[in-house]
């Protein structure tokens, strides 16, 4: 009984030294995605700096019948925030394609 209760402990005692040096988790770099949002096509994520500014694709070759590429947008239904050239990541970051009706 003696033997076991050594065991336990030193394996609780590897275990908790294998915790210590471990150190704190440390997070990954904020990921900057695209959504083609009703198109097809693919646009690479990109992963940048927290709290820095992270370029925007915007030569891309996503495509939808009937509709032109108008930008990217923060939300899905085109109600967020319209995003030019770049942008700041503060965390990860989907942008959505925004599209305009072509005049048939």
Do not use: K
Not at 68 to 86: C, L, P, Y
């Amino acid at each position: 009984m003696r033997v076991l209760r050594v065991g336990l402990t030193l394996a609780s005692a590897v275990v908790a030294l294998l915790l210590a040096s471990c150190g704190p988790a440390t997070a990954l770099p904020p990921t900057l995605s695209y959504d083609p949002n009703g198109g097809a096509g693919l646009v690479c994520a990109v992963q940048g700096f927290p709290n820095r500014i992270a370029p925007v694709e915007q030569d891309n070759l996503l495509v939808r019948d009937g509709y032109r590429f108008a930008g990217w947008n923060t939300r899905a239904d085109g109600t967020g925030r319209d995003v030019e050239d770049q942008m700041l990541l503060s965390g990860d970051t989907v942008l959505y394609a925004r599209w305009e009706l072509l005049a048939h």
